[in-house]
């Protein structure tokens, strides 16, 4: 177990809907990465937020949103989803903000659109 | 742009013997370089990772790595599978002054009893 949690585990929707994932860092880390897991394009980073502000940004589609909030968990928003956006979204948690500390990863949430 | 080659998709090992699965990485600095595992079901774990220094480096679960520089390269070991090793491993690198990590395609490992 990491202590890094993420609800749901499982998020079955529709084309065209809106989800949002959660994740809560492990205790003391400061810093939200987000991933997105797909068979096609494999482990992207999508966005890190550092003590509630954006830090870095991947290669996050505009119809994704993500914010941190002021007791450090984090929601990603996904809107008008197409199907090519099922896939596995990992939350990760590190005490700062540089790769040098190590990331630890939450179990995801599997996201199928139909 | 960093970027991760993992040249091996699938690997299938007998329970016992000897895995090294390859990485290559592209990055114009002192990268800093990381090994994942994911087992079924499960999210990424942190088995090694490397700074600066040694350039052979020790892991959880029995695992070593070693970095090349003049290779590009960051080959992960271990002498004596178990059919537990069984999983998706992931190599990355992440920029020193930087926060993001860039990940290979991954190798899935298969042991045979």
């Known amino acids: 177990d990491s202590g890094v949690t993420q609800t749901p585990k499982h998020l079955i929707t529709a084309t065209g809907q809106r989800v949002t994932l959660r994740c809560s860092p492990r205790?003391?880390?400061?810093?939200v990465y987000w991933y997105q897991q797909s068979l096609d394009q494999g482990l992207q980073f999508l966005i890190q937020?550092?003590?509630?502000?954006?830090?870095a940004k991947g290669n996050i589609l505009e119809r994704f949103s993500a914010q941190q909030f002021p007791d450090l968990h984090s929601e990603l928003n996904l809107s008008s989803l197409e199907l090519g956006d099922s896939a596995l979204y990992f939350c990760?948690?590190?005490?700062?903000?540089?790769?040098?500390?190590?990331?630890?990863f939450g179990p995801g949430t599997r996201l199928t659109v139909l | 742009a960093q970027s991760v080659t993992q040249p091996d998709i699938h690997i299938t090992v007998s329970e016992g013997a000897s895995l090294e699965l390859r990485c290559n990485y592209s990055?114009?600095?002192?990268?800093?370089l990381f090994w994942y595992v994911q087992s079924p079901g499960q999210g990424l774990q942190l088995l090694l990772k490397?700074?600066?220094?040694?350039?052979l480096v020790q892991g959880i679960k029995g695992f070593e790595a070693e970095f090349k520089r003049s290779q590009s390269s960051f080959n992960l070991r271990k002498p004596s599978v178990h059919w537990s090793d069984a999983a998706e491993y992931f190599c990355?690198?992440?920029?020193?002054?930087?926060?993001?990590?860039?990940f290979g395609g991954g190798t899935r490992v298969l042991v045979k009893p």
């Open positions: 490397y700074f600066s220094g040694d350039t």
């Open positions: 990055y114009g600095a002192t990268p800093y």
């Open positions: 205790s003391g880390d400061l810093s």
């Open positions: 990355a690198v992440g920029a020193a002054a930087g926060n993001k990590l860039t």
């Open positions: 937020y550092y003590n509630g502000e954006e830090r």
């Open positions: 990760a948690s590190s005490e700062r903000v540089t790769s040098y500390n190590e990331q630890f």
